[in-house]
C-alpha cells in the first residue's frame, strides 16, 4: 500500500513541477457555478432492514481544467449542501450540513475528496456520525483507500450511533 501511495505522491509533484506555469495550459471551463442539488432516495445502507430516507439539498460547481494539449487534466466539484436522515416508520430525523471538494485528477488517476462528509447530530445524542478530513482513491476500479486522514464512520458503515438516534 505505501508503495502504491509513494508512487502517486511522487507523481503528483512530478506533475506539479512540469506544469506550473499558468501560461502553458489552457484556461479552465467552468461547466456549473452553483447549480442546484436536490437528491432523495431510500438509503438500504443505513440501518438495514429500516426503511431511512436520504435527502440532500445543496449547490454544486464544477470546473474542469485543461494541460496544454488541451487534453481534460481534472474535475473539481465543489457541493455544499443539508441533507437530512428519516425514519419513515417513526418520523424520527437527523440532520447533516457538509461541503466537500473533489478532485478527479486524470493524469494520475486519482480521486482526492475533502470537506464534511457527514457530521450528523441528534438531540441528547450529540455526534452520532462524523466523517470528514481527506480520502485518496484511484479514479478506476475498485474502491481502494490509498491515503486518508480523519475520522471516516460513513466510509467505514459504522451506523450504529445514528440507527439508534433514528429509533432502529
Known amino acids: 500500500m505505501w508503495t502504491r ?3 502517486a505522491t511522487t507523481g503528483a509533484l512530478l506533475l506539479g513541477l512540469a506544469t506550473w506555469v499558468p501560461a502553458l495550459a489552457a484556461a479552465p471551463a467552468t461547466l456549473v457555478r452553483n447549480a442546484p442539488l436536490e437528491i432523495s432516495f431510500i438509503d438500504p445502507f443505513i440501518c438495514p432492514g429500516a426503511e431511512i430516507e436520504t435527502t440532500f439539498d445543496g449547490k454544486v460547481s464544477r470546473t474542469l481544467f485543461f494541460d496544454a494539449d488541451g487534453s481534460e ?7 455544499i449542501y443539508v441533507g437530512w436522515f428519516t425514519n419513515l416508520a417513526t418520523g424520527d430525523t437527523v440532520r447533516t450540513p457538509g461541503a466537500r471538494h473533489i478532485v478527479l485528477d486524470f493524469e494520475a488517476g486519482l480521486v482526492t475528496e475533502s470537506g464534511v462528509y457527514r457530521l450528523v447530530t441528534a438531540d441528547g445524542a450529540g455526534n452520532v456520525l462524523h466523517d470528514s478530513g481527506r480520502l485518496v482513491t484511484p479514479l478506476e476500479g475498485d474502491f481502494e483507500v490509498l491515503w486518508e486522514a480523519g475520522p471516516h464512520e460513513d466510509v467505514l458503515g459504522d451506523y450504529g450511533a445514528i440507527c439508534d438516534a433514528l429509533g432502529v
Open 5 to 7: 501511495i509513494g508512487r
Open 73 to 79: 487534466r481534472e474535475l473539481v466539484i465543489d457541493v
